[in-house]
C-alpha cells in the first residue's frame, strides 16, 4: 500500500484548489493591518467621533480627554494607515474617515460595544 503524502497547511503559489490562495493571504495580511488600526482605545475614540463627521484636533482632542500631542500622534497613525484623511481650511486641519468600508465596520463596533453610551 502506497503511502500518501501528508497535506500542506500552505499551498504552493498559484495552486488555488487546496487551502489558502495567495489572494486570501493578501487579503488577510490587509485585514489584519486594519484590525491592528482598531486596537488602541485612542484611535477607535477618534474614528468613532469621526463617524458623525468631520473633525479638527482641538475638537478630538476634547472628546477624548487627552492633549493635543497625543491626538496628533493617533492621527498620523491613522493616516498613515489609510483610514482618516484631511483636508486644510485656512490654519485649521479637519480629519475625516476616508472610504464607506471604514464607517461600516465601525458602526458594527459601534452597535456592539457603544449604543447603550
Not at 24 to 35: D, I, K, P
Not at 43 to 68: H, K, M, T, W
Amino acid at each position: 500500500m502506497a503511502s500518501r503524502a501528508r497535506p500542506t497547511t500552505r499551498p504552493r503559489t498559484g495552486d488555488r484548489t487546496r487551502g489558502v490562495s495567495d489572494v486570501m493571504l493578501q487579503n488577510a495580511g490587509q485585514a489584519s493591518e486594519f484590525a491592528k488600526s482598531l486596537t488602541h482605545p485612542l484611535r477607535l475614540v477618534i474614528l468613532c467621533r469621526l463617524l458623525e463627521d468631520e473633525a479638527n484636533v482641538g475638537e478630538l482632542e476634547y472628546v477624548s480627554g487627552f492633549p493635543q500631542a497625543v491626538v496628533s500622534k493617533q492621527l498620523a497613525n491613522l493616516r498613515a494607515a489609510g483610514l482618516v484623511d484631511f483636508r486644510r481650511d485656512g490654519r485649521e486641519i479637519y480629519y475625516s474617515l476616508t472610504d464607506e468600508r471604514t464607517r461600516r465596520i465601525l458602526l458594527v463596533l459601534y452597535d456592539e460595544f457603544c449604543e447603550d453610551c
